[in-house]
């Protein structure tokens, strides 16, 4: 199993671009969200989602859309990028939503 | 709101010692707690889930209790190797409402040879 993948590694934007972090999963988990990691304060949830086709936001949501079409993806759109949004991005998944989360190696998002 | 705190946020040991890093959180009403193992530029590594009516848990060298009703967390690094240089984060998942994990900013924990 690779567990939970995510591409780009790395990725520089200037403001007003879009972009989408890819993610995916071959553990058959029901329950995927996506965090950013900042400095001194912790991971915080931008969206999850339960099972194909339902997604919900998290605590952090505005200028990211998300979808999830299968159970194995979970992209993240970033619709017009902001200089707020450098951060490193992960995205999670579990069987269920109350169970162990595993997480993805991140993206390194530089917002110029 | 539930808020987790993890003291020191740094700590530096000689090898071979062992550690104790702590986790505290302000609202009781937990579902689970899990630990993280995070190495820098990676992502987070699950080191031990315990859910709320445990009172401990084990792995390889690791132990991770709770005490729920006190809102404390620790874990216990039996005799340290450098390889155990890494951030360790908690994340408390709440009871009720939206059942969302909160983390702590980690505790930064250099073993030297």
């Known amino acids: 199993n690779a567990g939970v993948t995510q591409t780009p590694k790395f990725q520089v934007l200037k403001t007003g671009q879009s972009m989408t972090l890819q993610c995916a999963q071959d553990?058959?988990?029901?329950?995927m969200s996506w965090y950013r990691q900042d400095p001194g304060m912790g991971l915080r949830l931008i969206h999850y989602?339960?099972?194909?086709?339902?997604?919900d936001q998290g605590e952090v949501p505005n200028g990211y859309n998300v979808s999830r079409s299968t159970t194995e993806d979970f992209p993240l759109r970033l619709l017009s990028a902001a200089p707020s949004q450098t951060s490193v991005y992960f995205c999670?998944?579990?069987?269920?939503?109350?169970?162990?989360?595993?997480f993805g190696p991140g993206t390194r998002l530089t917002v110029l | 709101k539930q808020e987790v705190t993890q003291i020191p946020a740094a700590l530096s040991v000689p090898e071979g010692e062992n550690l104790v890093l702590n986790c505290s959180f302000t609202d009781s009403a937990i579902y689970n707690l899990q630990w993280f193992r995070q190495d820098p530029g990676k992502g987070l590594t699950s080191l031990l889930l315990?859910?709320?009516?445990?009172r401990e848990q084990t792995s390889g060298r690791l132990n991770a209790s709770l005490d729920k009703s006190s809102g404390r967390s620790t874990l216990y690094i039996a005799a340290s190797q450098p390889g155990d240089s890494a951030t360790y984060l908690c994340?408390?998942?709440?009871?009720?409402?939206?059942?969302?994990?909160?983390f702590g900013t980690g505790t930064r924990l250099l073993v030297s040879p």
């Open positions: 989602s339960v099972g194909a086709g339902i997604t």
């Open positions: 553990m058959n988990h029901e329950y």
């Open positions: 999670a998944s579990s069987k269920g939503r109350l169970d162990e989360q595993f």
């Open positions: 315990i859910q709320s009516s445990q």
């Open positions: 994340a408390v998942r709440g009871e009720g409402g939206f059942q969302k994990l909160v």
